[in-house]
């Protein structure tokens, strides 16, 4: 599975190497946000009440 987001974030770096962008600043704020979309998504999924991207899985007693 390809994630749209992650993919993104390598395009806009490959075209910022490339210097087909040059307003770092929009390419910065752009990575900022999905960083931030990544983040709400692993800080919120569950299962069973338990969240699985962020770690608390690995805590329980089984």
Known sequence: M????L???R???IQA???ALSD???IHDE???IK?????IANNTYFNGIRVLNNEA???SW
Do not use: C, F, M, Y
């Open 24 to 26: 770092s600043n929009k």
């Open 36 to 40: 931030q979309s990544i983040n709400e």
């Open 58 to 60: 690995g805590t329980g």
């Open 31 to 33: 990575v900022d946000h």
């Open 2 to 5: 390809k994630d749209p987001d």
């Open 17 to 19: 190497a490339n210097g």
């Open 11 to 13: 395009e806009l770096a």
């Open 7 to 9: 993919l993104r974030i």
